[in-house]
């Protein structure tokens, strides 16, 4: 694992050099903002707090909270 900037611990997993699912434990309670080069959801305790297509994440965290982030397919625009 990692510390990150604003009080925050990060374990990330990866599979052929793309993360697939990073733990995120917020020790002070402090915005959170994850930056990837894949869609990224956010959930706690089995509920969604935030996702992005655009690979950029912002939410709000509760002090010694956990969040599971993890990768996800973009609906094909194409598809009608």
């Known amino acids: ?3 990150a900037r ?4 990060v374990d990330i ?3 052929a050099g793309v993360m697939t699912h990073a733990r995120v434990t917020s020790r002070c309670g402090n915005p959170c903002c ?3 080069s894949v869609p990224l959801r ?3 305790d089995g509920r969604v ?3 992005s297509t655009q690979g950029r994440c912002q939410f709000i965290t509760v002090k010694d909270g956990i969040y ?4 996800f397919s973009k609906p094909d625009e194409n598809v009608r």
């Open 1 to 3: 694992g990692l510390r």
């Open 6 to 9: 604003g009080g925050f611990e």
């Open 13 to 15: 997993k990866w599979r």
């Open 34 to 36: 994850l930056v990837a």
């Open 42 to 44: 956010v959930s706690r």
């Open 49 to 51: 707090v935030t996702e």
């Open 68 to 71: 599971d982030c993890t990768t």
